[in-house]
C-alpha cells in the first residue's frame, strides 16, 4: 500500500529485525489500481483505490478480534530524497462493510517520517503513525479484558527510533518503538527495543543475533478467571544464519 512505500525504507534497522511496520503495512488489497509518478527532483508519489478489498485484521488488535472490512479502500504516499536526507509520508483509508454488518467503519491510517545517512555505514531514522479503527469496534481481546472498549473511536499512536552503524565488519542495529493506545485506558503504553549485530561470512552469507526487550505486556493470570489481567515484560533472543540466492 502507499503508506508502506513512503515510510518501510525509512527505517534505518532496515526493516529486517523488527516486526514494529507490519502492525500497518499487514493489509492485503484486491482489485487494487495503483500509480506511481516517474522520480522528479527527489520526489516520487503513489495513489491507490482498491475496489471491495480484504481487510485483514491488524496484528496489534489480534488475529481474529473482528470481521475483515469490505468496503472500497483509498490512500497516498510520497517519498522525497535529497541527497543523504528522505522523507516520507502515507495515508490509508480502508472502507467498511457496505452491508452494516462490520463492527468497525473508516479505519485510518497514516504517519510521517525521515532518515539522515550521515556516514557510509551510518544512518538514523524517525517515524510516527497513528491508526484509528473508526467507531463501533467490539471484541478488541488483547486491549480489554471485557471484550469491549466503550470509546467508540480506537486510536494508537506508534512512534519508531531506529539506526545502525558499522561495527568491525558488521552491522549494528537499533530499534526503538513506543506504542501509545490513547483510546484505551486499561492499556499501558508498551516499550520495546531490539539490538542486533549482522556480521557477513561471505559476499551473500551473514549470521545474525538479535536481542529484544519489551515492558508492560498484558498477561492473563495463571488460575485466575478471564477478566484477571497483568503487566509484565518479556525478553527474546534469535540467533540466525542467512544466505542469498
Known amino acids: 500500500v502507499p503508506l508502506f512505500s513512503g515510510l518501510a525504507n525509512l527505517d534505518a534497522s532496515g526493516y529486517r529485525y523488527y516486526d514494529h511496520l507490519s502492525q500497518f503495512f499487514n493489509n492485503r488489497l484486491d482489485n487494487a489500481l495503483l500509480y506511481q509518478t ?3 527532483r527527489g520526489l516520487t508519489i503513489q495513489v491507490m483505490y482498491a475496489f471491495s478489498g480484504a481487510l485483514a485484521a ?3 488488535t489480534g488475529a481474529t478480534a473482528y470481521p475483515q472490512g469490505k468496503g472500497d479502500s483509498r490512500g497516498a504516499g510520497a517519498r522525497w530524497d535529497r541527497g ?3 522523507l516520507g509520508g502515507g495515508y490509508m483509508e480502508y472502507g467498511a462493510d457496505k452491508s452494516g454488518n462490520a463492527l468497525f467503519s473508516n479505519r485510518v491510517e497514516w504517519g510521517a517520517g525521515a532518515t539522515y545517512r550521515f556516514s557510509r555505514t551510518g544512518q538514523i ?3 510516527y503513525l497513528m491508526s484509528n479503527l473508526g467507531s463501533g469496534v467490539t471484541n478488541i481481546a ?3 479484558p471485557s471484550g469491549s472498549i466503550s470509546d467508540p473511536k480506537v486510536t494508537t499512536d506508534f512512534i519508531i527510533l531506529s539506526g545502525r552503524i558499522g561495527l568491525g565488519s558488521g552491522m549494528l542495529y537499533v530499534n526503538y518503538a513506543y506504542k501509545n493506545p490513547r483510546s484505551d485506558t486499561d492499556l499501558k ?3 520495546l527495543l531490539g539490538i542486533t549485530y ?11 543475533l538479535a536481542l529484544g526487550n519489551e515492558t508492560h505486556i498484558k498477561y492473563a493470570v495463571p488460575g485466575a478467571s478471564t477478566s484477571s489481567y497483568a503487566y509484565g515484560s518479556a525478553q527474546r533472543v534469535a540467533f540466525g544464519l542467512r544466505h542469498l540466492f
Open 38 to 40: 516517474p522520480a522528479f
Open 58 to 60: 491488524p496484528a496489534n
Open 84 to 86: 543523504d536526507f528522505s
Open 125 to 127: 531514522g524517525l517515524i
Open 142 to 144: 488483547d486491549d480489554n
Open 189 to 191: 503504553s508498551p516499550n
Open 198 to 208: 549482522d556480521y557477513p561470512l561471505t559476499r551473500r552469507t551473514d549470521v545474525y
